[in-house]
């Protein structure tokens, strides 16, 4: 299921499921991600009734759909190990081998990413600082932030600044994993270390957190360093920094965006970048824009800060298509 997938696909996705029956159903969830479950259980929830015209609509588009696939080879792993052997040589083929089959190695970990933030602060409270680190990793970096959040003060930044310095973990290091988890992280063998860690992935739960909390980390993180600090700064993306997308994503990014989470959002933003996206949008739209936000009343702080992160998150994921170009992204020149 795409990252991508909007409201109507969601349920069109829930339809499906629901004509399928409680068995053939379950065998499905069995290979989403834990997000994605949990977006599709919330549809389901919420459509209490649907027309024959729209059930049969989401079934003759499944059926077009499914009998335009095959299956091409019968062994997908091996497969790509021969094609990636042949266009890169084996060694930098096993690099990418190993990256692209890492869930595998380290299939355990699923199991957290179904743990609330609460038990998950709960379960590594009293570990030491670069065994939340590296186990934290793994995980997306909304659901580690959420989960440092409800740490002290000095155990997050402790915790963020082995994140920033981490370089990748040795398989050896899996053993202590599985001892602390209590077998819940597979062993890590033999092989190369998973490629985990490092300046971005701290840059990256850091602005899921942000507010006085990125502050606070940023702020330990330059007395101990004050190049890692910079490195981490250097890979943020911070909402005033929609300031610097050219006029072109901007509108991409708008599409994605409903109205009213857009003026919540702007009542934080700096005058500059509310100008930037006025101009971004047809006349009437920004006549509409400035008077609603104008007639808004004041908004609590942490409402402004939600919706701001919800739009980084509509960036990071445009960014990460292609749709847009965030400033700095890469080292490509363009032209």
């Known amino acids: ?3 991508a ?5 969601l349920e069109s996705a829930a339809i499906l499921l629901m004509t399928l029956g409680e068995e053939q159903a379950a065998e499905v969830f069995k290979h989403l991600a834990p997000k994605e479950v949990q977006r599709l259980g919330e549809t389901i929830t919420r459509m209490k009734t649907v ?15 499914a009998g335009n696939d095959s299956a091409l080879i019968s062994d997908n792993n091996a497969y790509v190990k021969s ?13 990418l081998i190993d990256r692209i ?3 595998s190695d380290f299939a355990g970990i699923d199991n957290l990413k179904w743990m609330d933030a609460p038990s998950l602060a709960e379960l590594m409270r009293n570990e030491h600082p670069q065994i939340v680190a590296a186990i934290l990793v793994h995980l997306e970096a909304e659901q580690t932030a959420a989960t440092l959040k409800l740490f002290g003060e000095r155990q997050r930044n402790e915790v963020m600044v082995r994140i920033a310095t981490l370089d990748g973990i040795q398989p050896s290091a899996m053993n202590d ?8 992280l597979a062993s890590g063998g033999q092989g190369r270390k998973a490629s985990l860690g490092g300046a971005k992935t701290a840059a990256e739960i850091l602005n899921m957190m942000g507010g006085a909390i990125e502050t606070s980390v940023l702020d330990f993180v330059r007395e101990a360093d004050s190049d890692l600090a910079q490195k ?6 911070v909402f005033d920094d929609l300031e610097k997308i050219d006029d072109k994503g901007i509108q991409t990014l708008l599409k994605e965006v409903q109205s009213e989470s857009l003026v919540v959002a702007l009542k934080g933003a700096t005058p500059a970048l509310r100008e ?39 960036v990071r994921r445009l960014a990460d298509e292609g749709q847009i170009v965030l400033a700095g992204d890469g080292d490509d020149e363009y032209i």
């Open 83 to 95: 094609v990636l052997c042949l266009a890169l040589g084996e060694e930098k083929a096993a690099l």
């Open 232 to 237: 981490i700064m250097d890979n943020m993306f």
């Open 101 to 103: 089959g890492q869930g």
């Open 177 to 184: 994993l599985n001892q602390v988890m209590s077998k819940v």
């Open 1 to 3: 299921m795409s990252a």
């Open 5 to 9: 997938l909007d409201d109507k696909g």
């Open 276 to 314: 930037k996206i006025f101009k971004n949008m047809s006349t009437r739209a920004a006549e509409t824009l400035r008077e609603d936000l104008e007639s808004r009343g004041p908004v609590r702080l942490s409402e402004v800060e939600a919706e701001q992160k919800e739009m980084l998150k509509s």
């Open 51 to 65: 027309s024959r015209e729209r059930v049969d609509a989401v079934m003759d588009r499944f059926e077009r759909e």
